[in-house]
């Protein structure tokens, strides 16, 4: 009996992991529609990729919080870790970066991953990235503890913990944590960083991220400067 329950069970994996890897198929409209806009609109050269989920996606002032660089967003929402990975030949390779700041993980808690499960597939995305630029520097914005998700707060720390612990031993790969400042004196996410679904930020949280994101910014986004119009006008 134990042969046909160990095959079960094998085939179940398998079965499981096939249906993960196919669920990237709902993001092609998505995807296509970044396509499209490139063609309308061809994005900025030599420009900072942020990517990700809805966090990114909704970031609307992402533009004016970082005047001094070219940034594009390909923030596509409800996407988790591994649907970066799986299109990164669509919304990173083209462009060419200079830098790259992902968010993404909450979705993936959310739907069953394990944190360990996060951590892997941050980790396939760098090394998908690589193999076209060995040397772009990538940061992790740390997945947020928010109110909608209170119930995933152990498996947030743990995934940040972990994700957190791999990066200090690549190179170039940066962890930054918005996680202690999203919380309250009692460890609760803070319901005045959120618009009224509790999981999406408004403008003060996202003002959070610009604190941790600038610096890093200023340390590696060289060649996305904004060239500045020199002031002719006579004194």
């Given at each position: 009996?134990?042969?046909?329950?160990?095959?079960?069970?094998?085939?179940?994996?398998?079965?499981?992991?096939?249906?993960?890897?196919?669920?990237?198929?709902?993001?092609?409209?998505?995807?296509?529609?970044?396509?499209?806009?490139?063609?309308?609109?061809?994005?900025?050269?030599?420009?900072?990729?942020?990517?990700?989920?809805?966090?990114?996606?909704?970031?609307?002032?992402?533009?004016?919080?970082?005047?001094?660089?070219?940034?594009?967003?390909?923030?596509?929402?409800?996407?988790?870790?591994?649907?970066?990975?799986?299109?990164?030949?669509?919304?990173?390779?083209?462009?060419?970066?200079?830098?790259?700041?992902?968010?993404?993980?909450?979705?993936?808690?959310?739907?069953?991953?394990s944190p360990a499960t996060?951590?892997?597939?941050?980790?396939?995305?760098?090394?998908?990235?690589?193999?076209?630029?060995?040397?772009?520097?990538?940061?992790?914005?740390?997945?947020?503890?928010?109110?909608?998700?209170?119930?995933?707060?152990?498996?947030?720390?743990?995934?940040?913990?972990?994700?957190?612990?791999?990066?200090?031993?690549?190179?170039?790969?940066?962890?930054l944590d918005v996680a202690?400042?999203?919380?309250?004196?009692?460890?609760?996410?803070?319901?005045?960083?959120?618009?009224?679904?509790?999981?999406?930020?408004?403008?003060?949280?996202?003002?959070?991220?610009?604190?941790?994101?600038?610096?890093?910014?200023?340390?590696?986004?060289?060649?996305?400067?904004?060239?500045?119009?020199?002031?002719?006008?006579?004194?």
């Open positions: 009996m134990k042969r046909p329950i160990l095959a079960l069970v094998l085939l179940g994996l398998a079965f499981g992991a096939a249906a993960r890897d196919n669920d990237h198929a709902r993001w092609e409209s998505d995807i296509q529609a970044f396509e499209a806009a490139d063609k309308t609109r061809p994005p900025p050269e030599h420009a900072v990729l942020f990517v990700g989920s809805s966090s990114i996606r909704m970031w609307s002032s992402l533009a004016s919080d970082f005047p001094a660089y070219r940034t594009i967003n390909r923030g596509f929402g409800g996407s988790d870790m591994d649907d970066a990975t799986a299109f990164a030949d669509r919304i990173v390779k083209p462009y060419h970066p200079v830098a790259i700041v992902v968010y993404a993980g909450d979705n993936d808690l959310e739907g069953g991953d996060v951590r892997d597939d941050f980790a396939a995305f760098v090394a998908k990235v690589r193999k076209d630029e060995p040397d772009v520097p990538i940061a992790f914005i740390s997945i947020k503890p928010s109110v909608a998700r209170a119930n995933l707060l152990a498996q947030v720390a743990e995934a940040n913990r972990l994700i957190r612990d791999w990066s200090m031993h690549q190179k170039g790969v940066a962890f202690p400042a999203m919380l309250d004196k009692n460890g609760q996410p803070r319901p005045d960083l959120f618009i009224g679904d509790g999981l999406h930020m408004n403008p003060k949280g996202y003002a959070l991220w610009v604190a941790q994101v600038r610096p890093w910014l200023a340390d590696h986004a060289t060649g996305a400067e904004v060239k500045q119009t020199p002031n002719t006008t006579a004194k």
